[in-house]
């Protein structure tokens, strides 16, 4: 990759993070992982509890980008119909047609995605994973690219179903989005006593990128980030070690390894580099390791967490040294 290509990408991204920032207070971190997920082509998984802008997140990123948008509110009503489409009867011909669902968009946003029953939730396992989905014996492909940015409330809260591991396991990231800290809550609540409220900011918000930027970028993250043997071992040292833990039911999957190794490429080319440290690995690895490990209940119950795994991971994985 040139220095010039390389600038122009990674100025390109700043500009999407400051549109962002005229309608979403704070939470630079989660806005951060959002555009990585998108620049590795991988969905996201944000929770948090009700009211702290994740809906609001989800369809700014989604106006900043020229691409299709659409949202499902997942009930508890939802039918797998709802999300994929049906076959419908047009009187006229007397023919039968397949009405597309939703789910055919460039970015899906799957509002409160744990609180519709399991059938639902598993109609999009395969769109996630294949982008594509099977209909009557017959396969559509989804249109690139597919991005599914999900927002759940925790499992404790009443009415809410914890979503399939096969699924969990589909999202590159899960993202805990947390309270705005005090200065921030205040200017929330300056700007939202103003004449324009959050979501009518949202209307004046301006797209930065097109589709067929967002394709090309996401090539570019695969094919031109220099990924080098040292940090490939470093990344399966890490990914390893979650699975030896005298702690866990289970260990984070080889599907980990490949996310760190392209969501740290796209770290490394947000903030302007065309090679992968141990720092973009080490940036990236909490929201795509902290779903993909399951503790034992007895640990559980004593308070252990996947995050002290993977903090404990990241501590006394050895680092290799690199030369750029």
Known sequence: M?????DKIAKKLQKVKKEIAKVVVGQEKVIEEMIIALLSDGHVLLEGVPGIAKTLMVRTL???LSCDFKRIQFTPDLMPSD?????????????????????????LLADEINRAPPKSQAAMLEAMQERQISIDEETMTLPPPFIVMATQNPIEQEGTYPLPEAQVDRF?????????????EEEIVSRFSQE???????EQVKPILSTKEVIQYQ????????????????????VSTTRESEEVIMGASPRASMWLAIAGKAHALL?????VSPQDVQAVAPSILRHRIIIKPEYEFDGMTSE???????QHTSIPSLES
């Not at 990231?173 to 005090?182: A, D, E, L, T, W």
């Not at 903030?271 to 090679?275: A, E, I, P, T, V």
């Open 308 to 314: 002290d795994i993977v903090e404990r991971v990241l």
């Open 271 to 275: 903030n302007g580099r065309d090679y």
């Open 172 to 184: 590159l990231f899960k993202i805990i989005v947390n309270y705005p800290s005090k200065m921030e």
């Open 219 to 238: 090539k570019t993250v695969r094919a031109e980030i220099r990924l080098s043997s040292e940090i490939i071992q470093y990344i399966v040292d890490l």
């Open 196 to 202: 324009l409220d959050s979501y009518q900011l949202l």
């Open 83 to 107: 999300i994929t489409g049906i076959q419908a009867y047009r009187p006229g011909t007397g023919e039968f047609y397949f009405k597309q669902g939703p789910i055919f968009t460039n970015m």
């Open 2 to 6: 040139t220095s010039a290509n390389k």
């Open 62 to 64: 989604a106006k900043t």
